[in-house]
């Protein structure tokens, strides 16, 4: 028989990724809500099929759970630094980006010790009852008058290699997950981003034994490097995201399609290795090439013959097809957010834009047709309506205290960080756009 738990929260939050983990770190020291996240792993796991040798972080320690709002916050990266006994090891160690092994080290160090984080459970159904939500587990039921939702994303695969994934053929997040062995055998990696590069780097480094030949197959026009300038930055601030959510949405469109670059590009630390690398194995041991860097191609069609894959490469700038063969292909192809299908019953209930994306206030908020004392945030589901700094870790913490703020009622954080260097646009219009 299914148990039900009596208490009725203030907040459920569906799944625990760093996101809505920083929401739980903010919200432990506030004894006036009643929260718990919801986690359907046994214990914390940060994207862990790529968690790689040599993968380093695209953000700043300091963008942490909790220090762009709450530095005073037990969970903080210094914090972790300093109870873990490492913080002088840490300051001489000069790092000026970590191993995501760290920050998922520090990020799970974090969960366990939250009361609000519930392991184990995955939430199956929710249903809205008029007045507070009904969550289905595996672990009973639980009520809610308030959901953030935080499942993150789920591979996504060009379309004509899905009829053959498994073994051979299976998406970056797989890479990690279990034993390989790439011995003799012709790897191809599809996808120029930042996986694609960390995946290179590791089967050039045989870290799955030595491959007989790597193609790097990238629909961008070169291999191309974030864009981590100062001023880019900017982006990634709450003074832009201000200006940002009242803009039209053929205007923000046009802006994120512009930034790509800023979070879709592979570090310059990933892109010198990987150059230096090849240098040295090509131009200075002399090794026979068996790499090769494949730009501005995308993948169009793949075929299975006798085991081994033949795939149909565009090139965009012979404006040619390409026949490519390998026996490994890796799809490097990036995430997309579906709608978690545990709201099913909620979809219909949700005002969604002509794209069928969710229409959220400034706050994070679902626009929905249910009580306004039920809310519904979204968490890492709204670079349409909030901008590039959506999906990263940049905001989040500022982004868990307005969700918090909005919740109370009241302001429980100071989310005012001053002033950006760029004045976007004036004060009196970022006024008039967001109550338009
Ligand atoms: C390899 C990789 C590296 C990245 N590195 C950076 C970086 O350096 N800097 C940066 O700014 N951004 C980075 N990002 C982007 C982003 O910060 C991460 O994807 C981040 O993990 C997103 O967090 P999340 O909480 O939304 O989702 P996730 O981390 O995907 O977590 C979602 C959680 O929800 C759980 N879940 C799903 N459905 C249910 C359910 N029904 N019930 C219960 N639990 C459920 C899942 O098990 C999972 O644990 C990276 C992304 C990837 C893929």
């Not at 999906?391 to 982004?399: D, F, G, I, T």
């Not at 004036?426 to 338009?436: F, H, K, M, Q, W």
Request: proline share 4%; aromatic share 10%; hydrophobic share 40%.
């Amino acid at each position: 028989m299914e148990r039900t738990n009596n208490v009725k929260l203030d907040l459920a939050g569906i799944g625990v990724g760093p996101f809505n983990l920083s929401i739980a770190a903010l919200l432990a020291p506030k004894q006036q809500m009643n929260a718990t996240f919801f986690e359907s792993r046994d214990s914390f796991a940060w994207h862990p099929g790529l968690l790689l040798d040599n993968t380093n972080m695209q953000t700043m320690f300091l963008k942490d759970l909790v220090s762009a709002v709450c530095p005073e916050n037990p969970y903080s990266f210094l914090s972790y630094l300093v109870k873990n006994k490492k913080f002088y090891r840490f300051l001489s160690a000069e790092l000026n980006c970590i191993s995501r092994h760290e920050f998922s080290d520090y990020l799970a160090w974090a969960a366990h010790q939250l009361n609000n984080v519930q392991f184990s459970t995955r939430v199956e159904h929710v249903e809205y009852k008029g007045d507070h939500f009904e969550l289905e587990t595996n672990q009973g039921v639980y009520h809610a008058n308030n959901l953030c939702i935080g499942t993150g994303k789920v591979p996504s695969m060009p379309e004509c290699a899905t009829p053959f994934i498994g073994d051979r053929v299976f998406h970056a997040a797989e890479v990690g997950l279990r034993e390989r062995d790439f011995t003799g055998k012709r790897v191809a990696i599809i996808g120029g981003g930042q996986s694609g590069a960390d995946i290179f780097l590791n089967v050039l480094r045989s870290k799955w034994g030595k491959v007989a030949s790597l193609d790097w197959i990238s629909r961008r026009s070169n291999f191309q490097p974030l864009d981590e300038a100062s001023f880019t930055n900017e982006f990634f601030t709450p003074d832009y995201v201000n200006a940002f959510v009242g803009l039209p949405a053929s205007v923000k469109s046009a802006e994120v399609t512009a930034q790509k670059l800023t979070s879709d590009g592979v570090t310059q630390k990933a892109l010198l290795e990987i150059y230096q690398e090849l240098y040295h194995r090509f131009d200075v041991l002399k090794e026979d090439k068996w790499v090769r860097l494949l730009p501005h191609r995308t993948l169009e069609g793949m075929k299975d013959v006798g085991g081994q894959y033949h795939m149909t490469i565009g090139n965009a700038l012979s404006r040619q097809n390409e026949l490519h063969q390998a026996d490994i292909v890796i799809l490097a192809t990036g995430f997309k957010a579906p709608y978690p299908a545990c709201l099913d019953s909620i979809l219909p209930l949700l005002d969604l834009d002509e794209h069928n994306r969710y229409q959220m206030t400034p706050d994070f908020e679902l626009k929905w047709q249910g009580a306004s004392s039920n809310k519904i945030f979204a968490v890492n589901a709204g670079m349409h309506s909030h901008g590039i700094a959506e999906p990263q870790l940049s905001l989040m913490a500022w982004r868990s205290a307005r969700i918090i703020n909005r919740l109370a009622g009241k302001p429980l954080y100071d989310i005012d960080s001053g002033k950006g260097m760029i004045e976007w646009i004036s004060p009196a219009a970022i006024e008039e756009l967001v109550e338009a």
